[in-house]
C-alpha cells in the first residue's frame, strides 16, 4: 500500500495566529505561558488539518526558524549567547533577532542577532549557524520530544523532521574561515544520540532534510554525505533522506546509495530525474516521490500524474510513497478562507490544505483504483480545462506584441558614452550628483489614509489628496536638503510589487494568502494568472503632478519586470520566461509614457533580480540572458537624453557582473555602505563602463551616518571609479525610516558630496 504523508505544514497559521501570539510576546504584553500555548493550539491544528496522512511531519513547527531550532538542538549557539542564564526560550529569540545596547544596557547589555540569509532558491530567511574551530556540540532533544509526545497524545503517526548533519554544516558559516568539515565527526556524534533518543521513544521514521544533493556538490561535500550516512547507520530508527527544490542529477547515485530506508525526490522539479533513479535504488528502500507542487498554488492535474505514477507503482510496491514535493511552508494555509477571490480564479488553485487533500486522491487511486476517485478526478480535469480555456488567460493581443519583440528594442540608439553626454548637457548635474533609491518614510498618516480608503471611509478623492500632500511634502524636504535629482517618495505605493499587480490585467490578490519570510514576517505574493497587460498608465499622473513642484529632474520610479516576476506566485502553463517577457512590455509602455511626459530620470528597480538565480550554476547563464533581455526591452527604447537608472539592494556582483554592465542602465544604484566598498572591485576588474552610486547610507539601521563617514566611503569608492561616474545616495529605499532620522542623515550625504565636490 501506498504511503501517504507530509514534509512539513505552514506554521503560521491560516490567519497567521503565530504572528500575532509572538508580537505580542516580544512586546512584553504577554507571558511565555501565553505563548507556549498558542505555539500547542497551532500544532494540534495543523495535525488535524494532516489527519488523512499516514505519517505526520512533527518538529516542523517553528516559533521563529527551523534551523536555529536545529542550532538549539545540537547545542551550537553563537559564543555570544552560551553564558545566558536565563529562559532559553529567551535566549533562542535574542540569537532571532537581537537586542538592541541601548534598551539591555542594564541587563544583558544587548546582542547582536544571527545572521539571516535565503532558503535555497526560496523567499524564506534561515537564521545561519555559526561555527568555529572551537564549536562543540551538545544534544538537548528537549523540543522534539515534547512535541513527539504531544502528537502521539493526539493520535497523530509521528515522523520527526530534522535539517540534516550535511546540509546543516554547509548552510552555516565558519566565523573564523576554520574548515567546517572539521566538525562533521563531534556533530555526528550528537545527530547519533538523537536518532537513538527518539529510537528510544518509539519513532520509527525519522525525515532528514539534505536538500544540498540537488546542488553542485565538490568532492569533500560527497565525502561527507558518505561518511555521515556510514556513521548514523547503526542508529535504530529508518532515516527518510529528504531532498527538494531540484533534481538529484549526477547526485543521483550518491544519494541511492546513502545506507539509509528511504529517500524523498522531488519529482515535480524533476519527473525525468525518477526512473533513471529507481534503477540504481537498492530493491530494499522506499522512494518517496513528491508529486504535488510544494512551491505554488495551482491545482495539480491529477490525471497526468497518475498516468505517469501507476506504472511507477507497479514497479516499486509498498516502496512507493508519495508526498508534496517540499514542505508547504512555501504555500498559504487554506484556500477556503479567500471569500473575495474571483470564484473564476479561485477555482484553479490549491493552498496547503487542498494540496493534502489531491494527494489523498491520489493515494485512493492508487490503492484502489481510479473509479474509487471518479468523481474528484472529474473535477479536477474540469477545473483545469476551464483555466485552460480561459478568455482571462489568454489574450491574443499581448501575444502577438509579445511575439514581434526583438533584441533591437532592447538597444538604446547609442553608446553610454554619447548618451551620458546629452543627458549632462540636459540636466546640468554637479559632480557627486546626489539623489535616493524612491522611498520616503511610510508615515502613521500614510498608513491611516490608506487603510480608510480600503475600507471605504475616504473616498478616493480624499484618498488622491491626502496621497498629494505626502508627495509635496517630500519634495519639500528634498528641496531644503539640497538633493540634486528628487524622487516623490513613493507614499502611494503598499508595496513596490503589489502597485503594479493591482493595475496590470493577468494579476490576483488574495487576502489571506500569507507565506512566512522569516521569523512573524509575511509576505503575500501576487497571483499572476493571465497575459499581462497594461491597460493604462501607472504611476504617469503621480510623477507629472512631483515634477510639477520642483525645477530640479524628477526621477520616475518603477518595479522591474524581473523583480515582479521574482515576488510573484507564476503561472505553471508557461515558462517564467515567457511571463517575464510579457511584463517587461507592460513597464516598457509605462517607460515610454513616463518620458513623453517630460521625465528626464527614470528608475526600474531590479532588487530581486539576483535572487532568481537557480540553485545550480551550470543553468545560471540561462536566466540571466532571458532576465536581462528583459530588462532591456523594459527600459531601453527611451531616446538618448533620458536617464535609465536601476537599482539593486544587494551586494554580491563578482558572478554576474558582465550581466549586470548588459543591462546598460546608465546608472545603476547600489548597496555598500556594509561592505566598506570593496565589492566595488567586481566593477572596476570588469571595468564596468556607466555610473555607480554606491550606497553609503545603510537604511537597515536607525543609525545616522555622520559626513566624515561618507566621506571616507566616497574616497574609497573614488579610488575604484572614476569620479566623473560617481552618484551619492543611501543603500536602499526610506520607507521603514522615520523622518526624523532621514533629515539629518541625508543633510550629512549632502554636505559630504559638496565637502568631495570642492576637494575634485
Ligand atoms: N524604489 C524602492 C524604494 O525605494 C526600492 C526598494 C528596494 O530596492 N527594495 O523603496
Ligand atoms: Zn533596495
Redesign the pocket.
Known amino acids: 500500500m501506498t504511503i501517504v504523508h507530509n514534509l512539513g505544514f505552514p506554521r503560521i497559521g491560516a490567519s497567521r495566529e503565530l504572528k500575532f501570539a509572538l508580537e505580542p510576546y516580544w512586546k512584553g504584553e504577554t507571558s511565555r505561558a501565553d505563548l507556549l500555548k498558542s505555539g500547542a493550539a497551532l500544532r494540534r491544528r495543523h495535525w488535524q488539518l494532516q489527519a488523512g496522512l499516514d505519517l505526520a511531519p512533527v518538529g516542523d513547527f517553528s516559533f521563529y526558524d527551523h534551523v536555529l531550532d536545529m542550532s538549539f538542538t545540537v547545542g551550537n549557539l553563537p559564543e555570544r549567547v552560551q553564558d545566558f542564564h536565563g529562559d532559553p526560550l529567551d535566549n533562542y529569540f535574542r540569537v532571532a533577532r537581537g537586542r538592541s545596547a541601548q534598551e539591555h544596557h542594564a541587563c544583558c547589555g544587548g546582542v547582536a542577532a544571527g545572521e539571516m540569509t535565503k532558503w535555497f532558491d526560496t523567499n524564506y530567511h534561515y537564521i545561519v549557524p555559526e561555527f568555529t574551530n572551537a564549536t562543540t556540540f551538545r544534544l538537548d532533544a528537549s523540543r522534539l520530544l515534547e512535541q513527539v509526545a504531544e502528537a502521539r497524545q493526539q493520535g497523530v503517526n509521528a515522523k520527526p523532521v530534522i535539517v540534516g548533519p550535511v546540509t546543516y554544516l554547509a548552510l552555516g558559516k565558519a566565523k573564523d574561515g576554520s574548515n567546517k568539515l572539521d566538525l562533521l565527526d563531534g556533530l555526528l556524534a550528537v545527530y547519533a544520540q538523537l536518532l537513538d533518543t527518539l529510537a528510544a521513544h518509539g519513532v520509527e521514521w525519522v525525515q532528514v532534510d539534505e536538500p544540498l544533493l540537488v546542488t553542485e556538490l565538490d568532492a569533500d561535500w560527497q565525502y561527507a554525505f558518505n561518511y555521515a550516512y556510514h556513521q548514523l547507520k547503526v542508529c535504530r530508527v529508518k532515516l527518510l533522506v529528504a531532498t527538494y527544490f531540484g533534481q538529484l542529477e549526477e547526485n543521483k547515485y550518491l544519494a541511492a546509495n546513502l545506507p539509509v530506508a528511504g529517500l524523498h525526490v522531488d519529482a515535480v522539479a524533476g519527473p525525468d530525474d525518477v526512473r533513471p533513479l529507481i534503477n540504481v535504488l537498492p530493491p530494499h528502500k522506499v522512494l518517496s516521490l513528491g508529486v504535488i507542487n510544494g512551491r505554488n498554488i495551482w491545482k495539480t492535474d491529477l490525471t497526468a500524474v497518475l498516468d505517469w505514477l501507476e506504472p511507477l507503482a507497479q514497479q516499486l510496491g509498498n516502496r512507493l510513497w508519495i508526498a508534496p514535493s517540499c514542505s508547504l511552508l512555501h504555500v498559504p494555509v487554506d484556500l477556503n478562507s479567500e471569500q473575495a477571490l474571483d470564484a473564476e480564479i479561485r477555482s484553479w488553485l490549491a493552498f496547503a490544505v487542498q494540496k493534502l487533500d489531491e494527494l489523498q486522491v491520489l493515494a485512493k487511486a492508487l490503492r484502489e483504483g481510479r473509479a474509487a476517485v471518479a468523481a474528484e478526478l472529474a473535477d479536477n480535469l474540469a477545473a483545469l480545462a476551464a483555466r485552460r480555456a480561459s478568455p482571462r488567460v489568454h489574450n491574443p493581443a499581448v501575444r502577438q506584441a509579445v511575439a514581434q519583440l526583438h533584441a533591437d528594442m532592447g538597444r538604446r540608439n547609442s553608446p553610454y558614452a554619447q548618451r551620458a553626454a546629452e543627458q549632462a548637457a540636459l540636466l546640468q548635474l554637479p559632480l557627486y550628483p546626489t539623489t ?4 520616503f518614510p511610510q508615515t502613521a498618516e500614510i498608513r491611516h489614509a490608506r487603510s480608510a480608503f480600503k475600507a471605504g471611509t475616504l473616498d478616493a478623492a480624499g484618498y488622491q489628496a491626502a496621497m498629494r500632500e505626502e508627495i509635496a511634502r517630500s519634495v519639500r524636504e528634498q528641496e531644503a536638503l539640497g538633493l540634486d535629482v528628487l524622487v516623490h517618495g ?1 507614499a502611494e505605493r503598499n508595496d ?1 510589487v503589489e502597485y503594479f499587480g493591482e493595475q496590470l490585467e493577468g494579476y490576483a490578490f488574495s487576502q489571506f494568502g500569507w507565506v512566512q519570510s522569516y521569523g512573524s514576517r509575511c509576505v503575500k505574493p501576487p497571483i499572476l494568472f493571465g497575459d499581462i497587460s497594461r491597460p493604462r498608465a501607472m504611476t504617469v499622473e503621480w510623477t507629472r503632478y512631483a515634477q510639477s513642484l520642483t525645477g530640479k529632474p524628477m526621477k520616475g ?1 518603477l ?1 522591474g519586470p524581473v523583480t515582479i516576476l521574482n515576488w510573484s506566485f507564476v503561472r505553471d502553463d508557461q515558462p517564467r520566461s515567457v511571463s517575464c517577457r510579457q511584463l517587461a512590455l507592460a513597464i516598457r509602455q509605462e517607460v515610454l509614457d513616463l518620458e513623453q511626459a517630460g521625465v528626464r530620470v527614470i ?1 526600474i ?1 531590479e ?1 530581486a533580480l539576483r535572487e532568481g538565480l537557480p540553485l545550480r550554476k551550470a543553468q545560471w547563464q540561462h536566466y540571466l540572458d532571458w532576465a536581462v533581455e528583459a530588462f532591456r526591452i523594459a527600459a531601453n527604447g527611451v531616446q538618448d537624453r533620458t536617464q535609465i537608472h536601476t ?3 544587494y551586494s554580491e556582483f563578482n558572478d554576474i557582473i558582465a550581466s549586470i554592465a548588459a543591462m546598460d542602465a546608465d546608472v545603476i544604484t547600489i548597496e555598500t555602505s556594509r561592505s566598506d566598498m570593496e565589492l566595488l572591485d567586481a566593477f572596476d576588474h570588469f571595468k564596468y563602463p556607466n555610473e555607480i552610486g554606491p550606497g553609503v547610507y545603510d537604511i537597515h539601521t536607525p543609525n545616522i551616518p555622520s559626513r566624515e563617514h561618507i566621506v571616507q566611503l566616497m574616497k574609497k569608492a573614488a579610488e575604484r571609479i572614476p569620479v566623473a561616474r560617481l552618484w551619492v545616495n543611501p543603500d ?4 521603514t525610516r522615520q523622518w526624523h532620522e532621514v533629515v539629518p542623515a541625508l543633510a550629512n550625504m549632502v554636505a559630504a558630496a559638496r565637502e568631495l565636490r570642492l576637494a575634485a
Open positions: 535616493t533609491i524612491g522611498s513613493e513596490m520610479m518595479t528608475q528597480d532588487a537599482h539593486m539592494c536602499c529605499g526610506l520607507k
